[in-house]
């Protein structure tokens, strides 16, 4: 049964991911492997577990390439990640929490939670549950926001005051609005003049979370997932892998010292990978 007292959370997955099914095949692909550090020869015959599925995507990209998937997530989202997989007989998709999941312990070849995490009340607390879920051997990755320089954080914190405060509906409506801020944001950054990118930088802070995805509809859909939920933590590289070492796994290693991003400009993050060890 989901938690309740995460009200918020519930009810921002479950608008966003309901109403804006931005499956983008090429661009899931790319992200998922940057982000998992896992291969098609990985995945073919494994079980996974994906810690906060949304509308399912990655879901998809891992099914696609041989896994058995299960997939949970505390919002109405399963809903669309049952649409978006309902051809691939591979996948099982449940609504359930991270501190509570109705999964046995030692029991998946790969876990991944990407984003997730950070939208918990317990970061640490959640990836220790999905932690416990490994086989021996077994692999997990996760992404959470970095924490940023302190002027930077004290106006994301002074944004979020406000945003969080708003009903859904209307920071959707919102978002929708500041689409074009992000288009603009983006082409200023990416001029080849000096003191015209140096303006986008600054309009950048000023909304630092407002998308700057090339794609419109996905970037109402990112705004929308900065400024709507209840928990948006970010961390440092040394207290996410300290999870790490506290959950006793090995093999701890950073994925974005070698990715390369899709886009330009996709999101700045934590994004590391752990193995329990197989005795």
């Known amino acids: 049964m989901p938690d309740l007292t995460q009200s918020r959370t519930i009810s921002t997955y479950s608008l966003q991911w309901n109403r804006y099914r931005i499956l983008r095949p090429e661009e899931d692909r790319a992200t998922f492997r940057n982000r998992t550090g896992l291969t098609d020869a990985d995945l073919s015959g494994s079980l996974v577990l994906d810690g906060g599925c949304g509308?399912?995507?990655?879901?998809?990209?891992?099914?696609?390439?041989?896994?058995?998937?299960?997939?949970?997530?505390?919002?109405?989202?399963?809903?669309?990640?049952?649409?978006?997989?309902?051809?691939?007989?591979?996948?099982?998709?449940?609504?359930?929490?991270?501190?509570?999941?109705?999964?046995?312990?030692?029991?998946?070849?790969?876990?991944?939670?990407?984003?997730?995490?950070?939208?918990?009340?317990?970061?640490r607390r959640a990836f220790l549950s999905l932690a416990r879920r490994l086989k021996p051997g077994g692999r997990i990755a996760i992404w959470v926001y970095?924490?940023?320089?302190?002027?930077?954080?004290?106006?994301?914190?002074?944004?979020?005051?406000?945003?969080?405060?708003?009903?859904?509906?209307?920071?959707?409506?919102?978002?929708?609005?500041?689409?074009?801020?992000?288009?603009?944001?983006?082409?200023?950054?990416?001029?080849?003049?000096r003191l015209v990118a140096r303006c986008g930088v600054a309009l950048n802070v000023l909304t630092i979370g407002v998308s700057m995805h090339p794609d419109p509809e996905v970037r109402v859909c990112d705004t929308l997932d900065w400024?709507?939920?209840?928990?948006?933590?970010?961390?440092?590289?040394?207290?996410?892998?300290?999870?790490?070492?506290?959950?006793?796994?090995?093999e701890i290693e950073d994925l974005s010292a070698r990715q390369t991003h899709y886009h330009k400009g996709q999101g700045n993050g934590i994004n590391l990978a752990g193995r329990r060890p197989v005795a």
């Open 55 to 123: 509308m399912g995507r990655y879901v998809r990209v891992a099914a696609e390439a041989g896994a058995r998937v299960v997939g949970i997530d505390l919002s109405e989202a399963v809903q669309a990640a049952r649409d978006l997989n309902a051809d691939l007989p591979i996948v099982g998709l449940l609504r359930a929490d991270l501190f509570r999941l109705p999964l046995l312990e030692g029991s998946f070849d790969h876990i991944y939670s990407l984003g997730v995490l950070d939208h918990t009340p317990d970061p």
């Open 146 to 193: 970095q924490k940023e320089r302190p002027a930077l954080e004290a106006i994301i914190e002074a944004h979020r005051a406000i945003s969080t405060r708003l009903p859904v509906p209307v920071l959707e409506t919102l978002s929708r609005w500041s689409a074009p801020i992000g288009s603009l944001k983006r082409r200023l950054m990416n001029s080849p003049n």
């Open 227 to 250: 400024y709507a939920p209840k928990y948006a933590s970010r961390h440092t590289f040394e207290e996410v892998s300290s999870w790490f070492h506290e959950a006793g796994l090995v």
